[in-house]
């Protein structure tokens, strides 16, 4: 399973994902926007959903269930984000390019976990 934010919406991504046999969650911007606000999301003339993967994609997401599954990113991914924003000022990468990028990002999540278990294991 894989569930991501609106950015990494593209047909491509959704096929990548299916290929390797992920059952993904990625709304597109329109349709994150109606997660989100419950507003629903205007599709007037040229903006009018043909591909098949989206048509797909907002079919599973308007679900119960996959409502059900794209909230539970809310409470498990995101606040990770936000204490490496907030409390770690992780809101820039001191390296560049795509491996040590994924290596300082790696190593603070690791931290990350490391704290939470720590804590985890103080209490008991």
């Not at 911007?29 to 959903?49: D, F, M, Q, S």
Request: net charge positive; hydrophobic share 35%; glycine share 8%.
């Amino acid at each position: 399973m894989a569930e991501a934010d609106a950015g990494f919406y593209s047909d491509e991504n959704v096929r990548a994902l299916e290929e390797r046999g992920m059952d993904g969650y990625v709304p597109d911007p329109n349709l994150a926007r109606e997660l989100h606000t419950g507003k629903r999301a205007r599709t007037i003339g040229r903006n009018r959903v043909r591909s098949p993967e989206l048509k797909a994609m907002r079919k599973k997401l308007s679900s119960g269930a996959g409502r059900q599954m794209y909230e539970r990113r809310k409470a498990l991914v995101e606040p990770v984000f936000g204490v490496l924003k907030q409390q770690r000022g992780m809101r820039q990468f001191r390296t560049r390019g795509p491996v040590q990028v994924a290596t300082e990002f790696t190593l603070a999540t690791l931290a990350y976990n490391l704290t939470r278990m720590f804590a985890r294991n103080q209490k008991l």
